[in-house]
Nanobody, 127 residues
């Protein structure tokens, strides 16, 4: 079992930055693939970024490439999502998710492939 707790959301102006954290607990959580997803009102949950257990393999949605960066600190069981140049369309609830690798190149971007989820943190970007 893995428990995930997100933090770091808030209200920011367009062009600003936020850093989200996903704190994981569980015996083998450092070996899990961690993904970030987001869900805006009235929309489906969408993939944002994912990172492998070693922290050397990162995948991003096209909409956030060059603006967001995912990283992990296995010593502290925490995954970060640094979000820069935020846009109003980035407004959503952001969730972190985890599962046992390998997820595959398609699986890492598929919400249904992850079995463990946090409660989410709200990010609001004002124009």
């Amino acid at each position: 079992q893995v428990q995930l707790v997100e933090s770091g959301g808030g209200l920011v102006q367009a062009g600003g930055s936020l850093r989200l954290s996903c704190a994981a607990s569980g015996r083998t959580c450092s070996s899990y693939v961690i993904g970030w997803f987001r869900q805006a009102p009235g929309k489906e949950r969408e993939f944002v970024a994912a990172i492998g257990w070693a922290g050397t393999s990162a995948t991003y949605a096209d909409s956030v490439k060059g603006r967001f960066a995912i990283s992990r600190d296995n010593a502290n069981n925490t995954v970060y999502l640094q979000m820069n140049s935020l846009k109003p369309e980035d407004t959503a609830i952001y969730y972190c998710a985890a599962d046992v690798p390998p997820l595959g190149p398609v699986g890492v971007g598929t919400a249904g492939r992850y079995n463990y989820w946090g409660q989410g943190t709200q990010v609001t970007v004002s124009s």
